[in-house]
Each structure stands twice: as C-alpha cells, then as structure tokens.
C-alpha cells in the first residue's frame, strides 16, 4: 500500500504531481437493480478495504454493505444518499463516489457527478442500456466525463454481448471497445479473454463474499480444452476476429474526452471479472483534471489549495446529530488545520477536524489532494456549491437545481414541535435532499417539497420522524412541471397575471411557476413568447438562503 507523501507537497511541485498521479475518482451509474451496490462493495473487497463483502438483502448475521448507512437504506435493499468510500490498490489511492441507484434520487447522483473525473456504466446483460442509465449518461456527457462500461450478471441468462456493444454505440453515440470479451454465459460463463494480452482468466465461484478464484492461461495452451468447452472457446473466438476486423483501436484520447468507453464483461455477484475491471481501470482511467472555475481551468498541480462542497449530509451519526460537507479537493495539498476562505461569504475558516470518508465510517484525515473526497463538520456555514481556498483568490462553477415534478405541502400536525420541524427542514434542505418551496402569501408558513420522486419524500418525512422526532403529513399539490421565471419578479409582474399555474418562490426568492402538466406550460409560452422559463435553476453565489 503506497501513503500519500507526508512532506509538504504542495510547496514541493514534483511531490504533488506524483501524488495527483496516484489518484484516481470515478462514480459508478445505472438503473435500479443493475447491481450497482454488489459492484461497489466486490470492488472494495477486491480493493482490500473490506474482508467479506455484505449483500445488498442482508438477513440474519449476514454483513450489510458498507456502502448504504442509513436506516432506510437497510430495510429497503437499495442506496437512497450518496457516500464516499476512499481505499488504496496497487499503488493508488482510489476514491469511489457511491450514488443512489433509485431514479427518484437522481438529483443527488447529478451533484456527485459534478465531483467525479471518471464514471462506470453499469449494465444487465438481460437488459443492456435502461431509462435511467441513458439519463444519467446524458449528465457525464454534459460534464465531458469519461465512462468505463462493465456489462453485469453474465452468469445469467442475457443478451448477445455484440448486440449490446451495438446498442451503446446506435443509441448512445459512444464508441464501445471491448478489454475483454466472456466465454459463454449464464451458467456456462467460464471467464473472460483479455484482449489485449491475449490471456485467458477463468474464473471458478467461491465462497458467498470472498474473492473468486481466478486462473491465467495463455489463449494458445493446450490445457485449455480440457477446462473449457471447445465450442465455447471458438464462439468466443469467432466474436473476437470480428471486433477486430470491424473495430477501431483503443484510444485513450477519444475515452477521456468522453467518445469511447471501454467495456468490460463479468459478474458482480460471482466476482467473475472484478479483479481484472478494477486492474485495467486504474491503468486506462482519467487522473484528476482541471476544474471550470470565473478565471478559467483551475489546474490540480496549482501550488494552493482550493476545493468545492458538492454535498451535505445531516446525521451520518445518529449519536452526535452531525453535519457533515462532502468535499472535493481541486488543487494543491489539504492539511489538517489550515486556515482557508470561504468564497461565498469571504470569511475566514480554520478547517481543524477533517475527516477520511469511509461509508459512515470516518477518522481524521492529516492531509488529502486533488482528486481526494474529504468530510467538514458544517455548523450552517456551507451550502452546496461552496469554494473552499487558500492562496489567490478563486471560485468554482456552482451546481444547478433540476427541475422537481412531484409536490406537496408539508405539515407540521404539533405546533409544539415547531423548533425541532423548523430545524430539520432547513437541514435536510441545506443537504440537497429535497427543493424546498414557499407560497407568495405570506400568512401560509408551511413549506412544499419539491421532489423528483415519491421516494424523495418518503424519505425526509422518515428522517424528519426518526432524526428530528417530528412526524409530519404530506398534502399533494396537482402540479408535475415546474420552471424558473428568468429576470426574476420584475419579468413576472410585467405580464401581469397568470392563469393555470401557481407562482412559488424557491429558497433564493426566485419565482418558480408550477404547472399541472406540459400543455399548460406549452400555453403559457404561447401567450407570453417574451416570457424566459428555464427547467434548471440558474446557480446563486453570494446570497444565503431563505431559512424556514
């Protein structure tokens, strides 16, 4: 295991470049139920971070996956908040960014994506290319992101794996190449052919959460008739001749612009093929890159640090009711300690407790580099999009909200407990949990949430329940469309009133018009084509926001 230089690297450009070397980042994307969490937690095991990797439905003494903390997470099987979960291998220090698998958390998995220089597509081999995969590919695309594709579940029945290479490429417009390619599939899928070596990594299942046993021949030894069907071998084979013959070549160039991904082949659940996607990942993936800032490409081997919060987290430990600001390190060396400004207010601040992100788990972190995810204990100070730096002066590019299409009016049925209701809103708000909206009439205190999904709101009233002691009722608004008034008030008042819709004001006192379905909005802009409505909220800098 190689430890990041403990001298002062970011005095020392030669140290801090080979330390940037070291890292890499990457998110992993998919549908629901591709096997992302399996993914996360082999790649981990796979990693060395963990002895024995927990299934996603633990029963029994069985281990929970690292990954999913949260008490929801647990009893429903699926990863509702993003996390970060930093370990070494072989010579790197390798910070995966976990996100929610479920479509109705999207808008955390946008965030986080705004964090990462690398992304995995993950695939069903039954399935191929799923709603939410394609929408998640369209925000890496956005940001220029490389993706890595690894195609799941193998070893069970599945699609032709030259139809799924050709549907990424019709559908996506991104070029596959294939680092391996499998022999056989479902219960015949005996291993992988890497095709650049020419080898051959058969694979036999091991033990529930241990690392599969895995076997490297040559594609030419003898001995491989006698561990693999012969018709198998030259299936593979055949499929092999012709990628070659019709395929451009790998290109690293094209991959880290985002025009071709390389594709891999296995199965998370056996660990058939985790070891040599992790191995050829580390080799082929983007180091950490320079980052959009108002004065340009800020440069990770720029000699001071600088760093931006892309998400919150509120009670990560139930026990001390903390607040937690994830952030990613741009450029220079992070020490433990440091004093550094905070752009948005121009404060001051001492960051004297950082923490490593593991899961929930965490510990004090000396120092970190580009690339690298640290924790902040947040006492309100931070909100979502923040640039943290030391030296001169700089500010990244803020993260946009995306438009909700579920809302409601939250209650609060014990007037009581107002305090503990007013605290947890504006918490759980801060963290990017959900939109929050107010009513123009003033004499209506009670917030809406404004969701992606139903799930989002189950989520904060459990949180605001079990975290705050707040139980709260939900009334839904009709509306499924909501758009930002561009030019803000004086654009709204200019047309004087507006019909079928409800004017709203978001947590920054922009108007928000909430429509009950695109026909009214399509209206609306007919009968005011001068009137600028946006799907996506333009981002804040230097105002605080509306607190409950």
């Not at 958390?105 to 986080?112: A, H, M, N």
């Not at 995969?133 to 195609?151: S, Y």
């Not at 019709?170 to 599939?185: C, D, F, H, K, Q």
């Not at 902040?376 to 002066?393: E, H, K, Q, R, W």
Request: one cysteine or more; proline letters at 7%; aromatic letters at 8%.
């Amino acid at each position: 295991m190689t430890r990041a230089p403990s001298a002062a690297a970011g005095d020392d450009p030669t140290l801090l470049a080979e330390a940037v070397a070291r890292r890499r980042n990457f998110a992993i994307i998919s549908h629901p139920d591709a096997g992302k969490t399996t993914l996360t937690e082999k790649l981990l095991l796979y990693g060395g971070a963990i002895q024995q990797a927990g299934a996603v439905k633990a029963r029994g003494e069985q281990r929970r996956v690292t990954s999913d903390w949260m008490e929801l997470e647990k009893q429903r099987g699926i990863s509702i908040t993003s996390t970060v979960l930093q370990f070494d291998y072989d010579g790197c220090t390798i910070n995966l960014l976990d996100t929610p698998g479920h479509q109705d958390f999207s808008e955390d998995t946008y965030r986080t994506l705004a964090a990462a220089d690398n992304a995995v597509m993950l695939e069903d081999a039954a399935k191929g290319l799923e709603p939410q995969t394609r929408k998640l590919f369209e925000v890496c695309r956005m940001r220029q992101i490389p993706i890595f594709t690894f195609i799941n579940k193998m070893d069970r029945p599945c699609r032709e794996p030259l139809e799924l290479l050709d549907e990424i490429e019709r559908e996506l417009g991104l070029a596959p190449w294939a680092v391996n390619w499998p022999i056989g599939s479902g219960e015949r899928f005996r291993g992988v052919i890497d095709r650049r070596t020419h080898d051959v990594i058969l694979f036999e299942r091991a033990e529930r959460g241990r690392q599969a046993a895995e076997r490297r021949l040559s594609l030419d030894d003898p001995a491989l008739a006698d561990l693999v069907e012969p018709e198998l071998l030259a299936q593979a084979r055949e499929e092999l001749d012709l990628l070659e013959g019709a395929g451009a070549p790998l290109d690293l160039e094209q991959v880290h612009a985002g025009e071709q991904t390389p594709l891999f082949f296995g199965s998370a659940m056996t660990n058939f093929g985790v070891r040599p996607f992790l191995d050829a990942f580390l080799e082929l993936a983007q180091r950490p890159v320079p980052r959009q800032s108002s004065d340009g490409p800020v440069s990770p081997l720029r000699p001071g640090f600088s760093g931006f919060v892309f998400k919150l987290q509120a009670n990560m430990d139930a026990r001390h009711r903390d607040r937690v600001a994830f952030v990613r390190v741009c450029s220079g060396r992070f020490e433990k300690d440091m004093t550094v400004q905070h752009a948005r207010s121009g404060r001051t601040i001492r960051l004297s407790r950082p923490q490593k992100l593991f899961g929930q788990d965490r510990e004090v972190v000396e120092e970190a580099f580009p690339g690298d995810v640290i924790g902040l204990n947040n006492p309100g100070v931070f909100a979502i999009g923040d640039t943290l730096y030391s030296g001169p002066a700089v500010e990244f590019e803020g993260i946009p909200c995306f438009s909700p299409e579920i809302f409601a009016w939250l209650r609060n049925p014990n007037p009581s407990s107002f305090k503990s209701f007013r605290k947890g809103v504006n918490e759980l708000r801060e963290e990017g949990a959900v939109q929050i909206l107010y009513d123009t009439d003033a004499s209506k205190r009670d917030p809406v949430l404004a969701a992606v999904g139903q799930l989002q709101l189950e989520v904060v009233q459990h949180r605001l329940e079990h975290e705050y002691g707040v139980p709260t009722r939900l009334e839904p608004l009709g509306y499924s469309v909501a758009r930002w008034v561009e030019g803000g008030w004086p654009a709204l008042e200019r047309i004087g009133r507006v019909f079928n819709c409800k004017a709203m004001r978001d947590a920054w006192d922009r108007p928000v018009l909430l429509f009950r379905n695109d026909w009214n909005l399509q209206q609306l802009q007919e009968d005011h084509p001068d009137l600028g409505l946006a799907a996506v909220a333009p981002v804040v800098s230097g105002r605080e926001p509306i607190a409950l």
